[in-house]
Antibody, heavy 122, light 107 residues
Framework: QVTLKESGPALVKPTQTLTLTCTFS??????????VSWIRQPPGKALEWLAR???????FYSTSLKTRLTISKDTSKNQVVLTMTNMDPVDTATYYC??????????????WGQGTLVTVSS | AIQMTQSPSSLSASVGDRVTITCRAS??????LGWYQQKPGKAPKLLIY???SLQSGVPSRFSGSGSGTDFTLTISSLQPEDFASYYC?????????FGQGTNVEIK
């Protein structure tokens, strides 16, 4: 059974760095083909893909946020960590992590965490 | 970045209706597209991947079609539990991009 759960602060101040942890079970990021992505959704708005990390430590980032994002993994703890620097109120959103699977050339987000709401406010 | 234009942004339909949602990519993306359903306060759920492959456990009334730049999600007979928001996502190249969503409401 695959599960993922996001954790981190509910409130951060502008200019601070956000650190979110995705703790998962039912698969291992040390297994070939395994990947985890982060996605966010501002209140009442559309989804936005942020970053992905693969079993071989390949990393991919949103072009617009690339300078502020870092994704990493701890395979021994079954965790993926996303850091976002210089937080701004526009970064207020629910942040999701999702297992990412691929079939041929197509990839997809097949299991999602419940999401964690992060509010940026002084 | 590839832009995904989804239409309509919202629609009203009745139980039993056939519903079609479209997604157009700003460039050719092969069949690297998925469809996701999201209910209020919940995480999205994968419905379709690779444009037309039904995710395990998803009812067969959901289907996807298209390739290149134009894609369609069809619900053949809308059920009460299908009232939700729907998003397309292209995974052809980075950054992956979502459509702006379609809200399916009860008529």
């Amino acid at each position: 059974q695959v599960t993922l759960k996001e954790s981190g602060p509910a409130l951060v101040k502008p200019t601070q760095t956000l650190t979110l942890t995705c703790t998962f079970s039912g698969f291992s990021l040390s297994t070939s083909g395994m990947r985890v992505s982060w996605i966010r959704q501002p209140p009442g708005k559309a989804l936005e893909w942020l970053a992905r990390i693969d079993w071989d430590d390949d990393k991919f980032y949103s072009t617009s946020l690339k300078t502020r994002l870092t994704i990493s993994k701890d395979t021994s703890k079954n965790q993926v960590v996303l850091t976002m620097t210089n937080m701004d109120p526009v970064d207020t959103a629910t942040y999701y992590c999702a297992r990412t699977s691929c079939s041929g050339t197509s990839c997809y987000l097949d299991y999602w965490g419940q999401g964690t709401l992060v509010t940026v406010s002084s | 970045a590839i832009q995904m234009t989804q239409s309509p942004s919202s629609l009203s339909a009745s139980v039993g209706d056939r519903v079609t949602i479209t997604c157009r990519a700003s460039q050719v993306i092969g069949n690297d597209l998925g469809w996701y359903q999201q209910k209020p306060g919940k995480a999205p759920k994968l419905l379709i991947y690779a444009a037309s492959s039904l995710q395990s456990g998803v009812p067969s009334r959901f289907s996807g079609s298209g390739s290149g730049t134009d894609f369609t999600l069809t619900i053949s007979s809308l059920q009460p539990e299908d009232f939700a928001s729907y998003y397309c996502l292209q995974d052809y190249n980075y950054p992956w991009t979502f459509g702006q969503g379609t809200n399916v409401e009860i008529k």
